[in-house]
């Protein structure tokens, strides 16, 4: 093959390729968000509750560490607790699709 005909065909698979990305943007912002129903996670300043909890590691980016850092300060709740809290509620309201 000659090189024209390569770079022909690469910028063939290229554009054809953005397109497709493009197309499939387009979809999602149309077809899935448009349904999508947004419910607020509401929290309020911490309460004592005992109960029998298990650990495990989680990590994250130090983005979103921060993020929670500063709900934990605004509500007097450790990092672990709001951790918890959006669990719980992520659990309850999570919807599968398959």
């Not at 650990?55 to 951790?83: A, C, Q």
């Amino acid at each position: 093959m000659n090189g024209n005909f390569k770079n022909s065909l690469k910028s063939t698979i290229n554009n054809e390729s953005d397109e497709v990305i493009k197309n499939t943007n387009e979809i999602l912002k149309k077809d899935t968000f448009d349904k999508v129903n947004i419910i607020k996670f509401s929290i309020t300043k911490k309460k004592e509750i005992k109960d029998i909890r298990k650990s495990f590691n989680v990590y994250m980016s130090k983005d979103l560490v921060e993020k929670l850092d500063s709900i934990s300060t605004k509500t007097s709740r450790s990092r672990n607790e709001i951790i918890n809290e959006m669990c719980d509620f992520c659990a309850d309201n999570i919807e599968i699709i398959k």
